[in-house]
């Protein structure tokens, strides 16, 4: 079954306690990209990768890090996490750019920073 | 950049009625595509229609329609004969198309919430 999955689903931890939310999809996909949503503001784009070892920055990136060594996972990493990271994380991928091309979402990670 | 613009923050309709969701959007780009997804409480998001903007031809997807007006950058999903099931976040969102050589992503509206009265 194509799918893109992330772990954890549900996470709360502490200012500051570094964490990696895991993102990984099955259908070979070259464009990859995470998304936080936060209450009446809809998603915006964090980070996306065109393909391995390249990643580019979306439009909220501060605070957060990536990093694409394998085609097919695309980990996001908040180094010294805080409370205004506190959201709703999608993963997202696509076998290329543009509109044509579908993007798969990942079922969603909830974090609460303490 | 590219805005969206989901200028209803909730809507309600009796079960079985037709609701309009409404929603418009800014760019200079001619290639791009607009996109309808719903977010029922499992927080998944799914993709309810898709409309190129090249093609006046309104998209359809069984009871989901969408009314695009390209000159007045307009949007709007049509429900029709809905459903309990229906009852989500609505986003509409954008991306520029292959040729705008760019890797940007979706951009999305801040939602509509839609609920169903049984």
């Known amino acids: 079954e194509a799918q893109v999955t992330q772990n954890p689903r549900y996470l709360i931890t502490v200012t500051g306690k570094k964490l990696t939310v895991t993102c990984s999809q099955n259908?070979?996909?070259?464009?990859m990209s995470w998304y936080r949503q936060d209450p009446g503001l809809g998603l915006r784009q964090i980070y996306y990768?065109?393909?391995?070892?390249?990643?580019d920055k979306g439009d909220v990136p501060e605070g957060y890090k990536v990093s694409r060594k394998e085609k097919r996972n695309f980990p996001l990493i908040l180094e010294s996490p805080s409370p205004n990271q506190t959201s709703l994380y999608f993963c997202a991928s696509s076998s290329g750019t543009g509109g044509q091309e579908t993007q798969y979402f990942g079922p969603g990670t909830r974090l609460l920073v303490l | 950049a590219q805005t969206v613009t989901q200028s209803q923050p909730e809507m309600s309709v009796q079960e079985a009625e037709t609701v309009t969701l409404s929603c418009t959007y800014d760019t200079s780009e001619s290639d791009y595509y607009l996109f309808w997804y719903k977010q029922p409480p499992s927080r998944q998001m799914i993709l309810v229609i898709r409309q190129e903007a090249y093609k006046q031809q309104n998209a359809t997807e069984n009871r989901f329609s969408v009314n695009f007006q390209k000159a007045a950058k307009s949007f709007s999903l049509k429900i029709s004969d809905s459903q309990l099931g229906d009852a989500a976040m609505y986003f509409c969102a954008y991306r520029v198309g292959h040729s705008g050589g760019g890797a940007d992503g979706l951009t999305f509206g801040k939602g509509t919430h839609l609920i169903i009265q049984p």
């Open positions: 990768s065109m393909n391995v070892e390249v990643t």
């Open positions: 259908m070979n996909h070259e464009y």
